[in-house]
């Protein structure tokens, strides 16, 4: 079945760059996309990325993609401590209107 | 521009009381789903819909209901509140797409439902 797999937490120092990973199950995703959550509220889209795209960079964040390996990836650089939330990963099935989210990493960020 | 706005945002039940949780959206989207929040599981889709009159159950619908009568409206029903039910709930919306479009979610702020 669809599953997505993420690690729970992360902690990095200002200034750093934050690597969040994540893995998938369904190989025919069309889309995939990175949600970011602060406390006390709902989920906000952060970046997507196509399945026929390897990267994509928006500013501060990267976004790899290995489809043979199944796995994504998005990297903060200069994270401050704005950056503190829960990071979600998420995949969009191959019917187009499910969306299946991983378990959420929650990044600290230490000034 | 108001977006997806669920109510309430806070709500405390008894066993066995029940409750609806509200949710709307202003931007015209066919889609409308219901999610559960619970620590360190992540999301879990309880119902979704893809149009007015159309509901569907997601992966953990038992002990909810769901009915879209309007493109804007989509209220989740708890008829027997159990203290399993005690989670966070989110409601989202997304354009309709055709297969291999772009249609990220957009989420209310969610209601914290706490049953005891």
């Known amino acids: 079945g669809e599953d997505v797999e993420q690690s729970l937490f992360l902690s990095v120092r200002e200034g750093d760059s934050s690597v969040i990973n994540c893995t998938y199950t369904?190989?025919?995703?069309?889309?995939l996309y990175w949600y970011k959550q602060e406390p006390g509220a709902g989920l906000q889209l952060l970046t997507y990325i196509f399945s026929n795209m390897d990267m994509k960079q928006d500013q501060r964040l990267t976004v790899l993609l290995n489809k043979k390996d199944k796995h994504l990836s998005l990297r903060i650089a200069d994270t401050q401590t704005g950056d503190s939330a829960i990071y979600f990963c998420?995949?969009?099935?191959?019917?187009?209107?499910?969306?299946?989210f991983g378990a959420g990493t929650r990044l600290f960020v230490k000034a | 521009n108001a977006g997806v706005t669920q109510t309430p945002k806070f709500r405390i039940l008894k066993i066995g009381q029940s409750m609806t949780l509200q949710c709307t959206q202003d931007?015209?989207?066919?889609?409308m789903y219901w999610y559960r929040q619970d620590p360190g599981m992540g999301l879990k889709l309880i119902y979704y819909s893809v149009g007015a009159g159309i509901t569907d159950k997601g992966e953990v619908p038992n002990g909810y209901n769901v009915s879209r009568s309007t493109t804007e409206d989509f209220p989740l029903r708890l008829e027997l509140a159990a203290p399993s039910q005690t989670s966070v709930y989110f409601c989202a919306s997304s354009p309709q797409s055709d297969r291999g479009q772009n249609s990220p979610l957009h989420f209310g702020n969610g209601t914290r439902l706490t049953v005891t």
């Open positions: 998420a995949e969009l099935n191959t019917g187009g209107f499910k969306t299946i």
């Open positions: 369904d190989s025919s995703s069309t889309y």
């Open positions: 931007m015209n989207h066919n889609y």
